[in-house]
């Protein structure tokens, strides 16, 4: 499996950023595809974006033209800038990772909340 560790998120008013980053314990060269999804209380966890390895992404469509991701193979770690936040926004934020032969492994995820 691969180890995922998440930072950046917190305590935002409406309209504001920020920008989440997720840092591999392994080589991001060998992972297929890296993604964040987020849970709000009381609902299931949803995809926010996703980028494979060939720099291809995919955003859900609440987050599009708000949102960026971006992959850093370099530091084996991929960004999420989050701009024009919304209190809908709101939730616990995981990364994930799929890789051939490893499966799928998850972050512990990382706070976002934003005040109206």
């Known amino acids: 499996q691969v180890q995922l560790v998440e930072s950046g998120g917190g305590l935002v008013q409406a309209g504001g950023s920020l920008r989440l980053s997720c840092a591999a314990s392994?080589?991001?060269?060998?992972?297929?595809?890296m993604g964040w999804y987020r849970q709000a209380p009381g609902k299931q966890r949803e995809l926010v974006a996703t980028?494979?390895?060939?720099?291809?992404?995919n955003y859900a469509d609440s987050v599009k033209g708000r949102f960026a991701i971006s992959r850093d193979n370099a530091k084996n770690s991929v960004y999420l800038q989050m701009n024009s936040l919304k209190p809908e926004d709101t939730g616990v934020y995981y990364c994930n990772s799929w890789a051939l032969g490893r499966g799928s492994s998850w972050g512990q995820g990382t706070q976002v909340t934003v005040s109206s």
């Open positions: 980028i494979t390895s060939g720099g291809t992404t």
């Open positions: 392994v080589s991001i060269f060998s992972i297929n595809s």
